[in-house]
């Protein structure tokens, strides 16, 4: 069954103090992993795909890094709009159906203070 | 583009009663996800349809789930009886060629 373990559950930050965020996974072959931004009452944000080891995306004060075993989320510099909920999701390889769902981690809770 | 549609936003209901959640997702995505959140067990899949044909049900916790997709833009998921236990967010999400999921709104539902 595939895993996901995202770590810290909540993270308070002040203002332009840079950090990680972390998502640890257990599959039986990483299709692709996936991070999204969820602000309170809204749905998931798509932030970033990752398919390999080793491979890097970016996008404002947000890069995303992969290794076989996790993915991080480094944020630089933050400001109080990057508060928001940080959910990590994988989908694996299987047999012959189930291969396009996302497995959820429960997320991290970032707090931005000013 | 409009974005994946869920309709309601916010659903009150007692015990016993038939609940039906709408969603239309993005036009041309060929996958359509029904998710539900709660704070104790976070996103958890309870099924999804790929060309409007049910892939993977699995995550439907018992009889009284069922979902249909009777055509491209449109699927809907229902709750009959509704329980206390069913009272959650449920999110539509839809995605092409089984990449990133987008993810509607939700529909805040709540049974007492």
């Known amino acids: 069954e595939d895993q996901v373990t995202q770590s810290p559950e909540a993270l308070r930050l002040q203002e332009g103090e840079s950090s990680s965020l972390n998502c640890s996974y257990t599959v039986s072959g990483l299709r692709g992993l996936f991070w999204y931004r969820q602000d309170p009452g809204k749905g998931p944000e798509f932030l970033f795909t990752l398919y390999s080891a080793g491979e890097e995306k970016e996008k404002e004060r947000l890069k995303a890094t992969l290794t076989k075993k996790e993915s991080f989320l480094h944020i630089t510099a933050p400001k109080p709009e990057d508060s928001a909920t940080y959910l990590c999701a994988v989908q694996a390889w299987g047999s012959n159906f189930g291969n396009e769902k996302l497995t959820f981690g429960t997320g991290t809770r970032l707090t931005i203070i000013p | 583009d409009a974005g994946v549609i869920q309709s309601p936003r916010h659903e009150v209901t007692e015990m016993g009663q038939e609940v039906t959640l709408r969603c239309k997702p993005i036009?041309?995505?060929?996958?359509l996800f029904w998710y539900r959140q709660t704070m104790m067990r976070g996103l958890e899949l309870l099924i999804y349809?790929?060309?409007?044909?049910?892939?993977?049900d699995s995550g439907m916790p018992e009889d009284r789930f069922s979902a249909k997709m009777p055509n491209a833009s449109f699927s809907t998921l229902k709750i009959q009886p509704s329980e206390p236990r069913d009272s959650a967010v449920y999110f539509c999400?839809?995605?092409?060629?089984?990449?990133?999921?987008?993810f509607g709104s939700g529909t805040q539902l709540s049974v007492l």
């Open positions: 036009s041309g995505h060929d996958y």
């Open positions: 999400a839809s995605s092409l060629n089984s990449r990133a999921l987008f």
């Open positions: 349809f790929n060309n409007n044909v049910p892939i993977d």
